[in-house]
């Protein structure tokens, strides 16, 4: 890879892993929610989130499920590739000063189609924060 191109087709393999780490701080939940327009106290507002089961502020789901994109638009299969389907499960809630992990596993490949899917996890320590399944299209050198 050059930094412009990720793995070709004909490279992927089942098992490949890649993966992202991030600390989530103040700053990217608010950025988050001016962006996304979700402004949810519950992300927000400290005294209103500690009312909720979380009883306290908790990041945006999709803030750490973004981080999967990362990984598959950087790392694996990397730059070129296209995402065509995602779906998660969040398991547990992200804090402010977390460190998630994003870790994208190669579980099968469809040449014919060009297709890979992933199995797309999220991790705060040893706990899985997000689990998932994507589907992606990669170049071929074809």
Same mark, same amino acid.
């Given at each position: 890879?050059?930094g412009?191109?990720g793995?070709?087709?004909?490279?992927?393999?089942?098992?490949?892993?890649?993966?992202? %780490?991030?600390t989530?701080?103040e700053?990217?939940?608010v950025?988050? %929610?001016?962006l996304?327009?979700? #402004?949810?106290?519950?992300?927000?507002n400290?005294?209103? *989130?500690?009312?909720t089961?979380?009883?306290?502020r908790? *990041?945006?789901?999709?803030?750490?499920?973004?981080f999967?994109?990362?990984? +598959?638009?950087?790392?694996?299969?990397g730059?070129? #590739?296209?995402?065509?389907?995602?779906? +998660?499960?969040f398991? *547990?809630?992200?804090r /402010?000063?977390?460190?998630v #992990?994003?870790?994208?596993?190669?579980r099968? /490949?469809?040449a014919?189609?060009?297709?890979v899917?992933?199995e #797309?996890n999220?991790?705060?320590?040893?706990?899985?924060?997000?689990?998932?399944?994507a589907?992606?299209?990669v170049?071929?050198?074809?």
């Amino acid at each position: 890879m050059n930094g412009l191109e990720g793995l070709y087709l004909e490279d992927v393999e089942i098992g490949m892993v890649g993966s992202y %780490a991030k600390t989530v701080t103040e700053t990217d939940i608010v950025m988050f %929610a001016g962006l996304s327009g979700d #402004t949810n106290p519950v992300h927000l507002n400290q005294e209103f *989130a500690e009312t909720t089961m979380f009883e306290g502020r908790i *990041a945006h789901g999709m803030l750490s499920a973004g981080f999967i994109s990362t990984v +598959l638009g950087t790392r694996l299969p990397g730059p070129g #590739t296209i995402y065509l389907s995602q779906n +998660l499960q969040f398991k *547990a809630p992200v804090r /402010i000063g977390d460190t998630v #992990t994003a870790k994208v596993t190669v579980r099968e /490949i469809i040449a014919p189609k060009r297709r890979v899917v992933l199995e #797309t996890n999220c991790y705060v320590g040893d706990k899985c924060v997000i689990a998932g399944e994507a589907m992606v299209m990669v170049p071929s050198r074809q």
